[in-house]
């Protein structure tokens, strides 16, 4: 059983900047975050393997950053130049190697 713990998320300004992290109580072969907008289907935003090989959504290259720590079991995504369309609830998930598990979500909302 892996428990995933994020944190980070919040209200900004169109263009602002947020970093989500996600804590995890075991070593997961590979994390990503995903979002959920209102009314609309859980997405990707971006992945990473243990040996950091990385996924990016088409609609947040250049602009989100993900990266790892895995002596801390920890995944971070720095989001950058964000528009009113990030507006959703991100998700953390662990998976690759048996069950995927899930975080419980954090809010991140962008003002035009």
């Known amino acids: 059983q892996v428990q995933l713990v994020e944190s980070g998320g919040g209200l900004v300004q169109a263009g602002g900047s947020l970093r989500l992290s996600c804590a995890a109580s075991g070593r997961p072969f590979s994390m990503g975050w995903y979002r959920q907008a209102p009314g609309k289907q859980r997405e990707l935003v971006a992945t990473i393997t243990r040996g950091s090989r990385i996924t990016y959504a088409d609609s947040v290259k250049g602009r989100f950053t993900i990266s790892r720590d895995n002596a801390k079991n920890t995944v971070y995504l720095q989001m950058n130049s964000l528009k009113p369309e990030d507006t959703a609830v991100y998700y953390c998930?662990?998976?690759?190697?048996?069950?995927?598990?899930w975080g419980q979500g954090t809010q991140v909302t962008v003002s035009s």
């Open positions: 998930r662990a998976f690759g190697m048996g069950p995927e598990f």
